[in-house]
C-alpha cells in the first residue's frame, strides 16, 4: 500500500518523505497557506489506501457479519477477521482472541473498569492511576469508585513531566487491585518505562493496564514482550477510521470476566431463563460490529507496516530533536515535558500568550495545532497553566512543517506585541 | 525558516486582536472578588479550558451596581468579561439581558450591529470591538463565555453555563 | 442527493426504481447473476452520497472534533454537530440536547439498562419485554438482572406473531420499572402498537424503551408523538454506516442519570478529587466519537429525506405484499409472522429443508437472504423451528428482487428433490 | 417470473448436495441418545443456529465402542455427523482424532485428499462426499461441527464446542 520510497536524505531509513503524497488531506490550503497538521495525537490523518478500503468494502463487500451464509456476508466476515489478525500480528499478541475490537481506547478502558475490576471490588481496594494520565484513563476509575467505594491513588510526576517512580515503587506495594497507566503521554510526550512498571506490579501480583493511544501510532509495539494485561488504542489515533479501537486483553482474564455489554453476537444461546456467552473475543463485541471501521484500522496497520514501525519511530524521534532545537530558540518560549524519553509531540507556551489566541494565530497561517488541556486537567494542574499549546507528529510531517510552526509563532509574538 | 509568511490576511487578525481587546486582556477592568454579591455564576469552556466566575451585585431595584469576574481565559473571553462588566453596571437586569442577547447575536453573525442599532435602541458601543471573532466561528465561544455566565447569574441557575 | 424520480409505474409515489443506481453494492453479478439482495434487515445498504460523505470528510476535512480551535478541527466539529441536527429533525425530537451518538441499537440499549435502570433497581423489581425481542433487547436485561436481582416479565405473542395485549394489560399493571420491546421485530416483521402500548404504560408511570432499530430505515418516526421516553436505533440498518446509532432520549432523563462510560468529552473539570460533566449530550459521549460514522449517517438521513419516508414505506408496504403473495403460491411453504401490521420482512420454511441449505441454494443464484434465528431465538422456540429464512426489503428492492427470489426456491425444492 | 435461471453453475450445488450426503440429511445414522455413554458434548453453531449433541461409549481399550447423537442442523452438519458416528465406531480415540484432522483439512482445503492418502495412510472413504463444501466457504463450520464436538467430547472439554 504503501509507495516505494525514494532516498534523497542522508539516512534512508527515516525518510519518509514519499509517503506524503499518500495523503489527500494534507493537499490543501487553510488560510491561503499550504496546510501543516500538527495535530495528529488528537486524531491522525488517513492515508487514500484507508479511505478506499472503506469506500470499496461498501461498494462490494457489505453485509453484515457472522451471521449470515450469503457471498456478501461472508466476504463482509472475511475482511473483519483479516482486519482481527491484522492487527493481533501488529501487536504481536498470543492469538487473535486476546484482540478485541471496541469503539476506542475510552471504551476499552471502561470495558476492563466495569468487566474485569467492578465485580471484585469493595470499599478501599485502591486503583493505581498515574498524574500524566489522559481523562479516559481517569474519569471512568472514578466512575468505578462512585460505584464501588475503592479510590484512586496517583503517582505523582516532576517537573520534566516524568514518573516518581520512588513513590511508584512504595504505593504498587500498598495492595493495590490494577494498575492504569498510560504508555506515552498525551499531553507531555513522556514514554512511561512500561516495562519496569509492569516488572514491579508483577511482583506485587498488580494486573496492568497500559493505555497505549499514544504509542501504538509511534513506535513497535509487542503486548508479548511487554507482558501487560491489558492494552488500549484507537483506530483513529494511528491512521484508522474513527469508532473503532482495540482492546488486547490475555485469554485467561477475557475467560474470566462477564461480557460487557449484551446483544446479539455475543452470546451463542439466548433463553429468557438464561444465556450462553460465545467464544472469545465475540464475548465481548456485543451488537453489529463497526465493520467498515474494523476493516478500515486493518487497511491502517497494513499502511504503517508496509513503511516498517521502526523506521516510522526513526523519523519521528529525529523529527522530534529537530521540533524541540528550532522552538527552544523562540525567545519567550517555555517547553512543557521535557522528560528523557520522549515520543512525537512537544507542549509549550509562549510569553503570556494565552494557548487559544496562539492557536488562532498559527491556524491563520495554515498551522494546525491543539491548544488546551488536551484531556489532561490534572497536568495542566500540576504545571499551574490553563492549557498548553502542543505541536504532534506523525510520519507524514517533516522539517518544513516544523519550520512553518516556528514562523507562525514569530507572528504571534508581533500580533501580541512582544 | 525556508519560506516567508504572506501578511495577506493579516488584516483579519489584526481586527480580532484590536488594541482595545489586547489592553482590556492584558489588564482586564473588575477582577476579582465581589464582598457584597449576591448573584454568582460560574462559565467554563471545555472547548479550551477557559474558565470564569462572575459576581454581580443586584440592588433591591434590580440594578446592577457592581460586577467582577475572576478566572483565566483566553485574550478574547478576558476583554469580553472585561468589557461587560464594565458595561453593565448600572444596567437593569432586564436590559442586561437584553444587552447579552444583542451581543450574542452580533458576534455569532445573526445579528448586524447595524440591524441592532435601528431595532433595538441597543448600542454596543465599545463591545462592538469583539465583532472581529465573526471570522473567527472557533472563537465566538470565548467572546460570548462571559455573557452567557451573566445570563445564568442573573437567572440563578445552579451548573456551570457552558458554551457546548 | 437522490436522483430525481422517473415516473414509470402507475403510481408515481411509490416508484423508487431510479434509486436503484444510486447503491453501487447492487450492480454486480453474484455467482455469475445479477445480485439480488434482501438482506437489509440484517444490514442496509449505502447509496454512493453517504459513501462519498465519509471519504470527502477524509479528504478534505478530518480533524478530532470539540477540542481544536484550527480550521479542520472546526470544520470536523460543524460536520459532526450538523449530523446530530439532521438526525434530530428526522426523528422530530424536541431538542439537539436529546440525540446521543451510541455505537449502534445494542450499546443504546444497554446505556439505558445501565446508565437509567441500574442504579435504582432493587431484587425483585421487573422489567417487562416481549417475546419478540432481538437478544439486543434482551441480554443487556439479563445481565441487569444478575447485578440487582431484578426479574424479566416476557409478553407473549400467539401464531401470527402479534403480541398478547391481554396479557400485556396485565403485566403493565404489575408494578414494572421500565418496558422496552421491539417497535418493529426483526425475524416476524410484526410492528407493534407502539402508541397504545406507550399510552397503557404511561397510565401505570412506567417508562418505555422502544428499540426502532427496523423501524426507522422503513417509516417516518416521530418520538414526539409516540412520547415515549426512550428510542434506540442502528445506522448501518438505515443506510448508513456501521459502528454508529443513537439514543433518543427524554431530556429531563438524560439529566438525571448518570453518564455511562468516562473519558474524554464528556466531561467539564477533571480533578482526581471529582469531576464536573459536561452538558447534554456530551455526557453521554466519552471519548473520541465515531466522527466519519455520524457524518454518514448525516447524509443517510439526508439521502432518505430527500426521497421521503412517507413514499419510501408506501413503496415497501406494496412491495411486501407482492412478495408475501408470490410466496404464498410456492408449494411446501410456511409463512412464519402473519401478523395484520407487517413491515418490510417475512420469514418462511420450505418443506423440511434447513433454512442454512436454502440460504446456501438461493446464493448460489444470487439471491442474499438471511438464514438462521435472526437473534431472536425466544421467537424461533416460540414457533418450534430451528431457524426461518428471511427475506427483507429496503427502498431499493423491486418485483423482479421477489420473482427471483421465488424463482430460486424452485431451485432449491429441485435440488432436495421434491 | 421475468428471466430464467441460468443452470450454468447447478454442478457445483449437485457436488454440495451429493446423494449420499442427502440421504444421510433425511435419514440419520446413530441419531439418538447412547444408554450407556462415557463421553459427551455439544456442538453449537451460531451462524445458523445448528446444535448437536454427541455421545460416545469409550470402552477400557480407549476404542470407541459406540456413538451417537441428537440435535437438529442443516443437511450438511447432520449428513456429516450420520457419517461421522458411522465412520469412527471401532476406531481408538488417537485414531478418530487424526481422522477428525483429516478431514477438517480436506473440507477447509488445507489438505487435498490425494495428499492424505499417501501422508498419513488416512483413507476418508464415503466421507469424501463432504468436500463439496470446499466451494462453499460459509459452509465449511456446518461440515466440522460434529467432529470438532467429537474433539471435545474425546478431550472432556466443559464449554460446547463453537465453530467461531
Ligand atoms: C429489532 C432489532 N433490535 C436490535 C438490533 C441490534 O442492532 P445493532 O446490531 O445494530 O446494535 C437489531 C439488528 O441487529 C434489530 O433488528
Ligand atoms: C493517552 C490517551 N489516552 C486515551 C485517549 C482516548 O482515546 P479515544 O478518544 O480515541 O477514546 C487519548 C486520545 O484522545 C489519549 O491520547
Same mark, same amino acid.
Given at each position: 500500500?504503501?509507495?516505494?520510497?525514494?532516498?534523497?536524505?542522508?539516512? $534512508?531509513?527515516?525518510?519518509?518523505?514519499?509517503?506524503?503524497?499518500?495523503? #489527500?488531506?494534507?493537499?490543501?490550503?487553510?488560510?491561503?497557506?499550504?496546510?501543516?497538521?500538527?495535530?495528529?495525537?488528537?486524531?491522525?490523518?488517513? $492515508?487514500?489506501?484507508?479511505?478506499?478500503a472503506v469506500?470499496?468494502y461498501h461498494?462490494?463487500?457489505h453485509?453484515?457479519?457472522?451471521?449470515?451464509?450469503?457471498?456478501?456476508?461472508?466476504?463482509?466476515?472475511?475482511?473483519?477477521?483479516?482486519?482481527?489478525?491484522?492487527?493481533?500480528?501488529?501487536?504481536?499478541?498470543?492469538?487473535?482472541?486476546?484482540?478485541?475490537?471496541?469503539?476506542?481506547?475510552?471504551?476499552?478502558?471502561?470495558?476492563?473498569?466495569?468487566?474485569?475490576?467492578?465485580?471484585?471490588?469493595?470499599?478501599?481496594?485502591?486503583?493505581?492511576?498515574?498524574?500524566?494520565?489522559?481523562?479516559?484513563?481517569?474519569? #471512568?476509575?472514578?466512575?468505578?469508585?462512585?460505584?464501588?467505594?475503592?479510590?484512586?491513588?496517583?503517582?505523582?510526576?516532576?517537573?520534566?513531566?516524568?514518573?516518581?517512580?520512588?513513590?511508584?515503587?512504595?504505593?504498587?506495594?500498598?495492595?493495590?487491585?490494577?494498575?492504569?497507566?498510560?504508555?506515552?503521554?498525551?499531553?507531555?510526550?513522556?514514554?512511561?518505562?512500561?516495562?519496569?512498571?509492569?516488572?514491579?506490579?508483577?511482583?506485587?501480583?498488580?494486573?496492568?493496564?497500559?493505555?497505549?493511544?499514544?504509542?501504538?501510532?509511534?513506535?513497535?509495539?509487542?503486548?508479548?514482550?511487554?507482558?501487560?494485561?491489558?492494552?488500549?488504542?484507537?483506530?483513529?489515533?494511528?491512521?484508522?477510521p474513527?469508532?473503532?479501537?482495540?482492546?488486547?486483553?490475555?485469554?485467561?482474564?477475557?475467560?474470566?470476566?462477564?461480557?460487557?455489554?449484551?446483544?446479539?453476537?455475543?452470546?451463542?444461546?439466548?433463553?429468557?431463563?438464561?444465556?450462553?456467552?460465545?467464544?472469545?473475543?465475540?464475548?465481548?463485541?456485543?451488537?453489529?460490529?463497526n465493520i467498515s471501521g474494523a476493516i478500515g484500522?486493518?487497511?491502517?496497520?497494513?499502511?504503517?507496516?508496509?513503511?516498517?514501525?521502526?523506521?516510522?519511530?526513526?523519523?519521528?524521534?529525529?523529527?522530534?530533536?529537530?521540533?524541540?532545537?528550532?522552538?527552544?530558540?523562540?525567545?519567550?518560549?517555555?517547553?512543557?515535558?521535557?522528560?528523557?524519553?520522549?515520543?512525537?509531540?512537544?507542549?509549550?507556551?509562549?510569553?503570556?500568550?494565552?494557548?487559544?489566541?496562539?492557536?488562532?494565530?498559527?491556524?491563520?497561517?495554515?498551522?494546525?495545532?491543539?491548544?488546551?488541556?488536551?484531556?489532561?486537567?490534572?497536568?495542566?494542574?500540576?504545571?499551574?497553566?490553563?492549557?498548553?499549546?502542543?505541536?504532534?507528529?506523525?510520519?507524514?510531517?517533516?522539517?518544513?512543517?516544523?519550520?512553518?510552526?516556528?514562523?507562525?509563532?514569530?507572528?504571534?509574538?508581533?500580533?501580541?506585541?512582544? | 525558516?525556508?519560506?516567508?509568511?504572506?501578511?495577506?490576511?493579516?488584516?483579519?487578525?489584526?481586527?480580532?486582536?484590536?488594541?482595545?481587546?489586547?489592553?482590556?486582556?492584558?489588564?482586564?477592568?473588575?477582577?476579582?472578588?465581589?464582598?457584597?454579591?449576591?448573584?454568582?455564576?460560574?462559565?467554563?469552556?471545555?472547548?479550551?479550558?477557559?474558565?470564569?466566575?462572575?459576581?454581580?451585585?443586584?440592588?433591591?431595584?434590580?440594578?446592577?451596581?457592581?460586577?467582577?469576574?475572576?478566572?483565566?481565559?483566553?485574550?478574547?473571553?478576558?476583554?469580553?468579561?472585561?468589557?461587560?462588566?464594565?458595561?453593565?453596571?448600572?444596567?437593569?437586569?432586564?436590559?442586561?439581558?437584553?444587552?447579552?442577547?444583542?451581543?450574542?447575536?452580533?458576534?455569532?453573525?445573526?445579528?448586524?450591529?447595524?440591524?441592532?442599532?435601528?431595532?433595538?435602541?441597543?448600542?454596543?458601543?465599545?463591545?462592538?470591538?469583539?465583532?472581529?471573532?465573526?471570522?473567527?466561528?472557533?472563537?465566538?465561544?470565548?467572546?460570548?463565555?462571559?455573557?452567557?455566565?451573566?445570563?445564568?447569574?442573573?437567572?440563578?441557575?445552579?451548573?456551570?453555563?457552558?458554551?457546548?
Amino acid at each position: 500500500m504503501s509507495k516505494p520510497l525514494q532516498t534523497v536524505k542522508s539516512d $534512508p531509513h527515516v525518510d519518509l518523505s514519499a509517503c506524503r503524497t499518500d495523503f #489527500p488531506v494534507l493537499a490543501q490550503e487553510i488560510n491561503g497557506e499550504p496546510l501543516v497538521y500538527l495535530d495528529s495525537a488528537a486524531s491522525a490523518q488517513q $492515508p487514500e489506501s484507508v479511505i478506499d478500503a472503506v469506500a470499496e468494502y461498501h461498494r462490494h463487500n457489505h453485509a453484515n457479519v457472522h451471521r449470515g451464509v450469503h457471498t456478501l456476508s461472508h466476504r463482509a466476515t472475511e475482511a473483519y477477521e483479516a482486519a482481527r489478525d491484522a492487527i493481533a500480528g501488529f501487536i504481536n499478541a498470543r492469538s487473535r482472541r486476546e484482540v478485541v475490537f471496541t469503539s476506542g481506547t475510552t471504551e476499552s478502558i471502561n470495558l476492563v473498569a466495569q468487566s474485569f475490576c467492578r465485580p471484585g471490588l469493595k470499599r478501599g481496594d485502591r486503583i493505581l492511576l498515574s498524574q500524566l494520565e489522559h481523562h479516559s484513563n481517569i474519569v #471512568p476509575w472514578q466512575l468505578l469508585c462512585e460505584q464501588t467505594g475503592a479510590e484512586l491513588l496517583v503517582v505523582p510526576i516532576d517537573e520534566r513531566g516524568e514518573l516518581d517512580l520512588v513513590t511508584f515503587n512504595r504505593q504498587i506495594e500498598s495492595g493495590v487491585k490494577i494498575l492504569a497507566i498510560a504508555h506515552v503521554s498525551n499531553a507531555l510526550g513522556t514514554v512511561l518505562p512500561a516495562q519496569e512498571l509492569i516488572r514491579r506490579a508483577q511482583q506485587h501480583g498488580v494486573p496492568v493496564l497500559l493505555d497505549g493511544a499514544q504509542a501504538v501510532p509511534h513506535m513497535p509495539v509487542d503486548v508479548q514482550a511487554l507482558d501487560c494485561d491489558f492494552y488500549a488504542f484507537s483506530g483513529h489515533k494511528m491512521c484508522g477510521p474513527t469508532g473503532i479501537g482495540i482492546l488486547y486483553a490475555r485469554e485467561q482474564h477475557l475467560e474470566r470476566m462477564p461480557p460487557y455489554q449484551g446483544g446479539g453476537d455475543m452470546i451463542l444461546e439466548v433463553r429468557f431463563e438464561g444465556t450462553t456467552y460465545n467464544d472469545l473475543p465475540y464475548k465481548f463485541e456485543a451488537g453489529t460490529p463497526n465493520i467498515s471501521g474494523a476493516i478500515g484500522l486493518g487497511a491502517a496497520v497494513r499502511y504503517l507496516t508496509g513503511i516498517g514501525m521502526e523506521r516510522i519511530a526513526a523519523h519521528e524521534s529525529e523529527l522530534l530533536r529537530y521540533m524541540t532545537e528550532r522552538l527552544s530558540e523562540v525567545p519567550g518560549i517555555r517547553l512543557i515535558g521535557t522528560a528523557r524519553q520522549k515520543a512525537s509531540l512537544q507542549s509549550f507556551l509562549l510569553d503570556d500568550i494565552h494557548p487559544h489566541d496562539l492557536g488562532t494565530i498559527v491556524d491563520h497561517q495554515g498551522v494546525a495545532i491543539r491548544t488546551g488541556h488536551h484531556c489532561a486537567m490534572p497536568v495542566m494542574d500540576f504545571f499551574g497553566v490553563p492549557g498548553t499549546a502542543r505541536a504532534s507528529l506523525a510520519l507524514y510531517n517533516n522539517r518544513d512543517d516544523v519550520d512553518r510552526l516556528v514562523a507562525s509563532l514569530t507572528k504571534a509574538k508581533e500580533i501580541f506585541g512582544r | 525558516m525556508n519560506r516567508a509568511m504572506s501578511d495577506l490576511s493579516t488584516g483579519e487578525l489584526r481586527d480580532l486582536y484590536r488594541e482595545l481587546i489586547l489592553d482590556h486582556a492584558r489588564s482586564p477592568r473588575h477582577f476579582g472578588k465581589l464582598p457584597a454579591l449576591t448573584h454568582s455564576a460560574e462559565g467554563l469552556n471545555p472547548l479550551c479550558g477557559d474558565k470564569l466566575k462572575l459576581y454581580l451585585q443586584i440592588d433591591d431595584d434590580d440594578r446592577i451596581s457592581d460586577a467582577a469576574f475572576e478566572g483565566s481565559g483566553c485574550a478574547i473571553s478576558v476583554a469580553s468579561a472585561s468589557l461587560m462588566t464594565d458595561a453593565i453596571i448600572g444596567m437593569r437586569t432586564g436590559e442586561a439581558l437584553d444587552f447579552a442577547k444583542a451581543l450574542i447575536g452580533a458576534v455569532t453573525g445573526r445579528i448586524s450591529s447595524e440591524d441592532l442599532g435601528e431595532d433595538s435602541q441597543i448600542e454596543l458601543g465599545k463591545l462592538q470591538a469583539l465583532q472581529g471573532v465573526r471570522e473567527f466561528p472557533s472563537r465566538v465561544k470565548c467572546a460570548t463565555l462571559a455573557w452567557h455566565a451573566m445570563n445564568s447569574a442573573i437567572r440563578q441557575e445552579q451548573r456551570p453555563a457552558s458554551t457546548e
